[in-house]
């Protein structure tokens, strides 16, 4: 769920206050842990704390220590996503990840958003022929469509031509 600038503004309004983030999220309707990390980083960066996370690319070693200190020495979640400036949401896949494949899964960066269900689907990549024999197999039958082709033009317009001649008549 988007949360705008005003909103995350009130929140934050709302714990300086003296209002706890619980109570401030059960009033607005927003996730408390949002209310923590909003009022960390705004803590920590002010009003620009409070604006979208620009997308970062970490690194393996920056993902694992991050990982280890959110999951094993249990540091409150907001607090690691003001430290790293990292999302709630990329810090809960990264450890769906440890939690599936261990640490080696942060490795794996080629398979970006939704992953294939099937990876047969599509047409196939074509490929250049590889010896000299490939390349006359392909060649011939390349010919071999483009003779079909010509013959079936040639027998279409000799119909057109005789139904022209009958026409006439």
């Known amino acids: 769920m988007k949360h ?20 401030v999220g059960r009033k607005l309707g927003i996730d408390a842990t949002f209310v923590s990390i909003w009022l960390t980083r705004y803590n920590k960066l002010g009003l620009r704390g409070l604006q979208k996370i620009p997308h970062k690319h970490f690194t393996y070693a920056e993902k694992v220590k991050i990982i280890c200190e959110y999951r094993e020495k249990h540091v409150p979640l907001h607090i690691i996503c ?17 939690r599936a494949k261990g640490y080696d899964g942060l ?19 074509k490929r250049e ?24 033009l040639r027998a279409l317009r000799i119909e057109e031509e005789a139904q022209r001649q009958r026409s006439k008549l």
């Open 82 to 98: 003001a430290k790293y400036n990292v999302s709630r949401s990329r810090l809960d896949v990264w450890s769906k990840i440890v």
């Open 4 to 23: 705008s600038i005003e909103e995350r503004r009130l929140a934050v309004k709302l714990c300086k206050s003296g209002m706890s983030p619980k109570t």
């Open 107 to 125: 490795r794996e960066t080629k398979n970006r958003g939704r992953p294939l269900k099937n990876k047969d689907m599509g047409r196939p990549k």
């Open 129 to 152: 022929p590889q010896t000299e024999l490939e390349k006359l197999q392909r060649e011939n039958e390349y010919l071999r469509a483009e003779n079909a082709y010509l013959k079936k």
